[in-house]
């Protein structure tokens, strides 16, 4: 018998960091901090939209008053949906720059170290 180790073990060391990163606290946390931005960012823009569709649908009176020459409240609440996505994106790029981006920086870091010792990623 050969003490050598097989040629699979390298894969599956790496395959084992992964699994143990993916338990890990600092993991965890950084879902965590990813669900705490996205799940309350996108209720509150599906309720931001069913108000628009619920008042185009029920309030058209409120919806047709004009605000100033042929622009009404409809083409406001349409337009500041535009606004709303951008805005929302914006949001998403600060926080992720300050809140998610260095700890997967880190993560991605260890992950790589044990990488490169067994050769290139494939």
Do not use: C
């Given at each position: ?10 894969a ?5 960091r992964y ?9 965890a946390g ?6 705490g931005?996205?799940f309350?960012?996108?209720?509150a ?5 069913a ?5 185009s649908?029920?309030?058209r009176?409120?919806?047709?008053t ?5 622009i009404?409240?409809a ?5 500041l949906?535009?606004?709303s996505t951008f805005v929302?994106a ?10 998610i ?12 170290e044990v990488?490169h010792?067994h050769?290139?990623?494939g």
């Amino acid at each position: 018998m050969s003490t050598d180790t097989p040629a699979s073990a390298p894969a599956e060391s790496a395959a084992e960091r992964y699994l143990a990163v993916q338990r890990s606290d600092e993991f965890a946390g950084l879902r965590r901090a990813l669900r705490g931005f996205i799940f309350p960012m996108t209720v509150a823009f599906f309720l931001w939209y069913a108000l628009y569709v619920i008042l185009s649908a029920y309030a058209r009176g409120f919806m047709g008053t004009k605000l100033f020459g042929n622009i009404n409240v409809a083409l406001v609440f349409g337009l500041l949906q535009f606004v709303s996505t951008f805005v929302i994106a914006w949001l998403y790029a600060r926080f992720a720059d300050r809140k998610i981006d260095p700890v997967a920086d880190r993560i991605r870091a260890e992950i790589g170290e044990v990488t490169h010792e067994h050769g290139p990623r494939g």
